[in-house]
T-cell receptor, first 108, second 113 residues
C-alpha cells in the first residue's frame, strides 16, 4: 500500500505570504490529487497531476515523479485560503490513498 | 445541479440501531466510493464500486455493507451502529479510471451514542 506523507501538518501564514505544502509517497503512481476542505465543509478537487505542473489562479501544483514528491503553492495568500489541503494518490485501478492533510490558517 | 448528493447531512443513532447513508450521482460515473474521516486519521476507504453490480472492500469495511444496483446510487448501510462508527462520511465518484478527477459529496456527520 502506498504511504502518503504531508508536511507541514499545520501552517499559519500572514496574508500575502507565499505558501508551500509538500506531499511525498512511497510507491509509483499514475496520478496525484490535491484537495481542499474548508472547516465544516465538503471536499473540493483542486488539481489532478500525472507529471509536470498545473496552475489555477493563485494555486500552483507540481510533481516530480522520479523523487515521488509533489508541492502545492499558494501565491499572495488570503484568509479565504484557510482550509485543510489533502494530497491523495492512485495507481491504475487502485482506490485513492490519502495523506492526513495540512491545516492552513491565513491571518489578515 | 450535477454532482454527488449525500443524505442525511447529520444523524444521531443509538448503539445497535441500523441505518442507510444515501449517495447519488448524476454524472454517469462508473466509479463510486465511501470514505470515513476521523481526526488525525485522514480519509479512509470503506467500500468502493467500479460499476453496477460490482463492489469491493476498502481499508475499513467491518460493520458496513454496500450494494450497487444502478450506476447512480451507492448506499452505505450500518448494520448495528457502534460508537466507533462516529465519524464524518464522504461519498465520491469518478469516471471508470480513478486517474480522472473525483467529485465528493458534502458529507454526513454521524454520531453514535
Amino acid at each position: 500500500k502506498n504511504e502518503v506523507e504531508q508536511s507541514p501538518q499545520n501552517l499559519t501564514a500572514q496574508e500575502g505570504e507565499f505558501i508551500t505544502i509538500n506531499c511525498s509517497y512511497s510507491v509509483g503512481i499514475s496520478a496525484l490529487h490535491w484537495l481542499q476542505q474548508h472547516p465544516g465543509g465538503g471536499i473540493v478537487s483542486l488539481f489532478m497531476l500525472s507529471s509536470g505542473k498545473k496552475k489555477h489562479g493563485r494555486l500552483i501544483a507540481t510533481i516530480n515523479i522520479q523523487e515521488k514528491h509533489s508541492s502545492l503553492h499558494i501565491t499572495a495568500s488570503h484568509p479565504r485560503d484557510s482550509a485543510v489541503y489533502i494530497c491523495a494518490v492512485t495507481s491504475g485501478n487502485t482506490p485513492l490513498v490519502f495523506g492526513k492533510g495540512t491545516r492552513l490558517s491565513v491571518i489578515a | 445541479n450535477a454532482g454527488v448528493t449525500q443524505t442525511p447531512k447529520f444523524q444521531v443513532l443509538k448503539t445497535g440501531q441500523s441505518m442507510t447513508l444515501q449517495c447519488a450521482q448524476d454524472m454517469n460515473h462508473e466509479y463510486m466510493s465511501w470514505y470515513r474521516q476521523d481526526p488525525g486519521m485522514g480519509l479512509r476507504l470503506i467500500h468502493y464500486s467500479v460499476g453496477a453490480g460490482i463492489t469491493d472492500q476498502g481499508e475499513v469495511p467491518n460493520g458496513y455493507n454496500v450494494s450497487r444496483s444502478t450506476t447512480e446510487d451507492f448506499p452505505l448501510r450500518l448494520l448495528s451502529a457502534a460508537p466507533s462508527q462516529t465519524s464524518v462520511y464522504f461519498c465520491a465518484s469518478s469516471y471508470s479510471n480513478p486517474d480522472y478527477g473525483y467529485t465528493f459529496g458534502s458529507g454526513t456527520r454521524l454520531t453514535v451514542v
